[in-house]
T-cell receptor, first 111, second 116 residues
């Protein structure tokens, strides 16, 4: 699995867009970019994934650069409940593939 | 919305004792996983399970660990003789509904295991 690099922490004001970057310069052509988050000590929660096109769902948007070496997760209107550790993971897009978690980005939403 | 459930939420045991952690994956999912997270550390993969057998296991998953799907709904992790360093949060996950694809894994709330 490709290694990903994320800033250790970020702050964002409540109501603003939170933009979380991730570098994955060694990602292979078949690996997708997955984002999960972990609120306090709860189980990780799937957010979104993509291969090369930008993706959007009810939780977030994912912007992947054309060379696929980096991506940005966007939470459009951050709330206090979005305070969590966010993980960017490169993974093949089939079942039975283990997830390799790094240390992620600790996002703190400031009231 | 279907979810992964785990019991118990907290298990305290003495070193050397056997523990069984239980999980009920999402009912139509095909792949099952156990991960653990020692306090303050990363989430670590332990084992994946498909079609009633282990697909992959990590170095952590030694002979003291075993997994089983005893019926159509439960998925268990057994630690035969617990050690102090087994103290951690253990997360179960499941993925891929029948006919589906992808690696969106859905995690349970975890079992906090404390070994004294």
């Amino acid at each position: 699995d490709a290694k990903t690099t994320q800033p250790p922490s970020m702050d964002c004001a409540e109501g603003r867009a939170a933009n979380l970057p991730c570098n994955h310069s060694t990602i292979s052509g078949n690996e997708y970019v997955y984002w999960y988050r972990q609120i306090h000590s709860q189980g990780p929660q799937y957010i979104i994934h993509g291969l090369k096109n930008n993706e959007t769902n009810e939780m977030a948007s994912l912007i992947i650069t054309e060379d696929r070496k980096s991506s940005t997760l966007i939470l459009p209107h951050a709330t206090l409940r979005d305070t969590a550790v966010y993980y960017c993971i490169a993974s093949y897009h089939f079942g039975n593939e283990k997830l390799t978690f790094g240390t992620g980005t600790r996002l703190t939403i400031i009231p | 919305e279907p979810e992964v459930t785990q019991t118990p939420s907290h298990q305290v045991t003495q070193m050397g004792q056997e523990v069984i952690l239980r999980c009920v994956p999402i009912s139509n999912h095909l792949y099952f996983y156990w991960y653990r997270q020692i306090l303050g550390q990363k989430v670590e993969f332990l084992v994946s399970f498909y079609n009633n057998e282990i697909s992959e296991k990590s170095e952590i998953f030694d002979d003291q660990f075993s997994v089983e799907r005893p019926d159509g709904s439960n998925f268990t992790l057994k630690i035969r003789s617990t050690k102090l360093e087994d103290s951690a949060m253990y997360f179960c996950a499941s993925s891929v509904p029948r006919g589906g694809r992808g690696n969106e894994q859905f995690f349970g709330p975890g079992t906090r295991l404390t070994v004294l």
